[in-house]
Structure formats: C-alpha cells, structure tokens
C-alpha cells in the first residue's frame, strides 16, 4: 500500500510543477488556454489527490506535521510555495512582480523536494538538525 501511495504522490507532484509551470508560460504569452475550464479545474483536481495521498503517506510512516520536524518543515514550505504561486498567477500584475513571486515559489518547491528527500528540515544543506 505504500508504495502505491507514494508513487500516487509522486505523480501528482509532478503534474503539479509541470501544471503550475504550464500555466506560468500561458499567462506570461497571454494565452488565452489558461482560461480554459479543464486548465482552471484540473490543477485543484490534482492537488487534492496531491493532499491526500500525502496524508495516507505520512499516517502509513507513522510521521505527523507538528510531530516530526521534516514534515513540519514541508508543511510552511507548501504554504510559502502556494501563496507565492497564486501571486505568481495573478493576471492584470506587473511582470517583475510576477517573477519574484516565481522565483519563490520554485525556491519553495525545491526546497519540500530537498526535504522530502532526506527527511531532515536541515541535513541537505549540510547542517545536521
């Protein structure tokens, strides 16, 4: 069952950059695609799959947010990462504003797959935690 949760996790992380990034090109071409209801829609789809697939993950490990500091450390991250994103996606903005928040969010998601990864808020860059 881990597995399966886990690479459902996986999957949706990866729909969820290339999604995000997708539209992030789209908005800065004036696309009119990023105004499509599939594109409106399938991003909150995903996420949700996203969610709880990740819930499931933590509860088969045994790790909580607020409990282990890794998860905790993903947790402000995703935050950092989704309130950064939706200033990035924002129409009608300045496009210098648009990139800092992008820049961000990217920083953001990074640094969740850092910790994902080694499983310490702090070990990937070398300080042990």
């Keep these: 069952m881990f597995i399966i949760l886990k690479s459902i996790h996986v999957t949706a992380v990866i729909l969820t950059i290339s999604m995000f990034l997708t539209r992030i090109v789209w908005m800065f071409r004036g696309s009119k695609h990023l105004h499509h209801p599939v594109v409106r829609i399938l991003p909150h789809v995903n996420d949700t799959v996203l969610f709880f697939s990740a819930l499931g993950t933590a509860a ?58 080694c499983h310490d808020p702090l070990a990937c860059f070398g300080v042990n935690s």
């Design 60 to 117: 088969l490990l045994g790790q909580y947010p607020f409990v282990n500091s890794w998860l905790t450390a993903k947790v402000f991250a995703l935050l950092a990462y989704i309130a950064l994103g939706s200033i990035a996606l924002k129409s009608g903005q300045r496009k210098s504003r648009a990139i800092i928040a992008l820049g961000g969010a990217l920083i953001s998601f990074g640094y969740i797959l850092l910790v994902a990864t």
